[in-house]
């Protein structure tokens, strides 16, 4: 099949891939511009850009959709469009410049967490199942019928971050599959209208710890924030970033909300019931490090401190 490929982030890469293993003629590859990274800030462009380039692939990087775009695509002559976190809301007239549609890959179990952010929101709920849906993109966002969906246990422990990355190879022969049903002319399933839950993207704000709410939620909120936003709290005044935590048992009295103790091995803070490990964190201005490096660093030691929010 003749297919325009959407995508930006490396979250898109592994469909890209499958895509192109199966044969598939990919007449363009979309994606946002160069962007400033790094330190320099240098424009540099995005891990979907640079896997077309080395696959060969022509691409294309528009700013907006715009009556340009839409021109471009229609001349394309595809059969079908695929869509993997492409980062740019895709107005009618370019939805209709492809015959056969654009079919996005999102990963959560539509209408379960429509919109930005649906991994994060799925962590931050406590959800014990995730999954990604195929589905054909229409009117409003995220609500269109769908191909194929496949659950995916959330692991333990996992953050946002690491569930996204396994999302996004699981999900590939998802949408391969459901590229195929297209083709095959398989019509796609409307969306249940009962379930339905949006996934806002969260705000730096959104990531600061309150101290004072149960350990399992804490727990839930930094996993959710990792890698990006990023969870935080305050001592001294300034930005103290929180990568990894797990509440936990100590044989001795429990802390405080914000209180923190340390042994030779272990950095504590307490919550709202109960004490929490601080795994891996970071001061204000320094790179990451063990919770527990971290304290034997403070001259003064840690007895008493507290954070201040």
Same mark, same amino acid.
């Given at each position: 099949m003749r297919i325009i490929f959407a995508g930006t982030p490396e979250t898109a890469l592994p469909s890209l891939r499958a895509l192109v293993e199966q044969g598939h003629e990919i007449v363009a590859v979309l994606t946002r511009p160069d962007a400033p990274a790094g330190r320099g800030k240098k424009l540099t462009a995005s891990p979907v850009a640079s896997l077309a380039d080395q696959l060969g692939l022509p691409v294309l990087k528009p700013a907006k959709a715009d009556d340009e775009l839409v021109a471009q695509v229609r001349a394309l002559d595809a059969d079908v469009a695929a869509v993997v976190a492409f980062g740019m809301l895709l107005p009618q007239a370019l939805l209709d410049a492809v015959p056969g549609g654009w079919i996005n890959l999102h990963f959560s179990l539509l209408p379960r967490w429509r919109g930005a952010a649906p991994v994060q929101r799925a962590i931050w709920a406590g959800d014990a199942v995730s999954g990604v849906t195929a589905f054909r993109i229409t009117k409003p966002l995220d609500a269109g019928p769908v191909y194929r969906t496949l659950e995916v246990?959330?692991?333990?422990? %996992?953050?946002?971050?690491?569930?996204?990355?396994?999302?996004?190879?699981?999900? &590939?022969?998802?949408?391969?599959?459901?590229? =195929? /049903? &297209?083709?095959? *002319?398989?019509?796609? @399933?409307?969306?249940?209208?009962? *379930?339905?839950?949006?996934?806002?993207?969260?705000?730096? =704000? #959104?990531?600061?710890? /309150?101290?004072?709410?149960?350990?399992?939620?804490? #727990?839930?909120? @930094?996993?959710? $924030?990792?890698? /990006?936003?990023? &969870?935080?709290?305050?001592? +001294?005044? %300034?930005?103290?970033? @929180?990568?990894?935590?797990?509440? =936990?048992? !100590?044989? %001795?009295? !429990?802390?405080?909300?914000?209180?923190?103790?340390? /042994?030779?091995? +272990?950095?504590? @803070?307490?919550?709202? #019931? *109960?004490?929490?490990?601080?795994?891996? $964190?970071?001061?204000?201005?320094?790179?990451?490090?063990?919770g527990a490096d971290w304290a034997r660093g403070q001259h003064d030691g840690v007895s008493g401190v507290r954070f201040d929010g």
């Open positions: 246990p959330v692991e333990p422990g %996992e953050s946002s971050g690491a569930l996204l990355a396994r999302l996004a190879e699981l999900g &590939a022969p998802v949408l391969a599959g459901a590229i =195929a /049903d &297209a083709g095959a *002319g398989i019509q796609p @399933v409307p969306q249940p209208t009962s *379930g339905i839950t949006t996934a806002a993207k969260s705000r730096p =704000a #959104d990531a600061q710890i /309150d101290w004072t709410r149960p350990a399992a939620e804490i #727990d839930r909120l @930094v996993r959710a $924030v990792s890698p /990006d936003p990023g &969870a935080w709290t305050l001592l +001294h005044g %300034e930005r103290f970033k @929180v990568f990894t935590a797990t509440p =936990a048992q !100590r044989a %001795e009295p !429990r802390l405080a909300p914000g209180e923190l103790a340390a /042994d030779r091995r +272990h950095l504590w @803070v307490g919550t709202g #019931d *109960g004490d929490m490990q601080l795994i891996q $964190v970071a001061a204000a201005g320094r790179k990451p490090m063990a």
